[in-house]
């Protein structure tokens, strides 16, 4: 727990500026790999030069740094991995997140000043499990997204307090038990188990009968067939009250792959939403509730937690994202704002301000002009400087998104 008994919101952070980010918008700490044994291989990841910036970076805003070493190890590999925990924690972190066995208890042998976390790879989904990983040397699991919030309070009970309980609350969710799955390395070659998945849960699947080669025949009754593994996303925002009363220390948010401005959104709600959590009565206000809904996202459930998921938590393929980001603020001169584009912002646009610890507010996309003062109808390229009139500074790095009111002028 964190001070005044909120539980940890622990962001994700592909690279620095997703580190940067989330430290900016209130995640008290971040889970991140480095260039080995990362059961993410699609993001940028830390070089060990960037994992010792990004520790400093957290550690001086009084939050804390998560490697993850939570691949399943060939042999050849064993070798250099006492050498590499070494690095990480000579680097600063302050917990590794492992699911192999072997990994754990060397890890506890070679550096045990540094803290284990047991990976969602691991399936812990009962109190023994977790019990006896304590008595190994375990910090803290990850529990099984297979868990429902009673399963999570009889974990709670038959354990030690000392023991830290994770638990996801936000973001992708994949089909397979904790996210061990061969599909992806029996189909591409591509290990999920490895970081590399190719994520064939999301594909659009037909059947073919074997005495008629090239005919397809759809899963469902529907002409472009079914998604049978396509699984709905995570989101537990209006439940986190009774996520903190089951006694769950750390809240989640999926998604080292995802870009900044993913990252900003979910940190920022859930940040929002658990300080809220100090209130006699847990009542998130509207807008709130609705941040989630301006991320990139499948639609939403509530997964496992409320006992077995009813049918109808597949879904076809694609994501909803209505909202995106416009550009990031560096700056403020004369009464303009200094902005870097991230995606094309017209003259007449509603613009909203994402700042940390409150509502977005929105800002007229009115007056734009370029980097050189010069007046424009819009910022078609990329990362290009523009600015536009607003009355006070907002801090650097706040980003700035448009969404379906687009090209609307609300005055202001």
Partial sequence: MT????????????????????????????YLGGKLHSMRSAPKNFTL???????????EKGARVYCAVNTLLNNDEVAELPGYLRQLRDCGVDAFIVADMGVFLLARREVPEVELHISTQAGVTNYLTARELHALGAKRVVLARELSLED??????????????EYFVQGAMCVSFSGRCLLSNY???RDGNRGECAQPCRWR?????????????????????TYILNAKDLCLLPHLDKLRD??????????????AYYVAVAS??????????????????QWLLEEPNKLSHRPYC??????????????????????????????????????????????????????????????????LQDGEGQPIQATPHATMAFSLPWPEALPPGTILRSGPGRGQDHGG
């Avoid at 994992?51 to 957290?58: H, I, N, P």
């Avoid at 999570?152 to 309980?165: H, S």
């Avoid at 089951?246 to 870009?259: L, M, N, P, T, Y």
Wanted: charged letters at 30%; a negative charge; glycine letters at 12%.
């Fill in 205 to 225: 699947y037909h059947l073919v009968e074997e005495t008629r080669p090239g005919q397809y025949f759809p899963v469902s009754q529907e002409e472009d067939g």
């Fill in 187 to 189: 189909f591409t070659g």
């Fill in 302 to 367: 509530t997964g496992f937690l409320f006992g077995r998921p009813e049918e109808g938590q597949q879904v076809p393929g694609g994501y909803i994202r209505a909202w995106e980001a416009a550009g990031v603020v560096e700056g403020w001169e004369n009464g303009r704002l200094l902005c870097s584009q991230r995606n094309k912002v017209q003259a007449g646009d509603t613009l909203e301000a994402l700042l940390p610890g409150r509502p977005p507010v929105e800002i007229p996309a009115k007056d």
């Fill in 268 to 285: 920022n709600a859930y940040r929002c939403a658990a300080d809220l959590l100090k209130n006699d009565t847990y009542d998130p206000p």
């Fill in 246 to 259: 089951a006694g769950v220390d750390s809240f989640k948010i999926e998604g080292r792959a995802k870009s």
């Fill in 152 to 165: 999570i309070r009889g974990i709670r009970r038959n354990t030690p307090p000392e023991l830290e309980l």
């Fill in 49 to 59: 030069e960037e994992l010792e910036q990004g520790c400093k970076k957290a550690h």
């Fill in 3 to 30: 001070k005044n008994g909120i539980p940890e919101v622990l962001a994700p952070a592909g690279d620095m500026e997703r580190l940067e980010t989330a430290l900016r918008y209130g995640a008290d700490a971040v």
